[in-house]
């Protein structure tokens, strides 16, 4: 089991940033993949951003690209996700996962934080 912890949402004003944290404990370890999904009302769960914990390979959504940047801490064993530029519709929950390399799905979700960008 992998326990997955987000921190860091809040309220911002368009234009601007905010840094999410994603602490992971238990069993965790380098064949690990994560990710940060989000949620607005009414749609979807989507990925935004992901990152391989050895490889350090990233992914990004194209809505975020230039502007979002996921990174990890492996001494920590936390994963960021700096949002520079926010908009109104980068508003959502923001969930943090993690899967097991050469597993399809998501399989440890953290528990989401709320990022709202208003003015």
């Known amino acids: 089991q992998v326990q997955l912890v987000e921190s860091g949402g809040g309220l911002v004003q368009p234009g601007g940033s905010l840094r999410l944290s994603c602490a992971a404990s238990?069993?965790?370890?380098?064949?690990?993949?994560m990710g940060w999904f989000r949620q607005a009302p009414g749609k979807e769960r989507d990925l935004v951003t992901s990152?391989?914990?050895?490889?350090?390979?990233?992914y990004y959504a194209d809505s975020v690209k230039g502007r979002f940047t996921i990174s990890r801490d492996n001494a920590k064993n936390t994963v960021y996700l700096q949002m520079n530029s926010l908009k109104p519709e980068d508003t959502a929950v923001y969930y943090c996962?993690?899967?097991?390399?050469?597993?399809?799905?998501?399989?440890?979700w953290g528990q989401g934080t709320q990022v709202t960008v208003s003015s």
């Open positions: 238990g069993r965790t370890s380098s064949s690990y993949k």
């Open positions: 990152i391989g914990w050895s490889t350090g390979i990233t």
């Open positions: 996962a993690a899967r097991r390399v050469g597993v399809l799905s998501w399989e440890y």
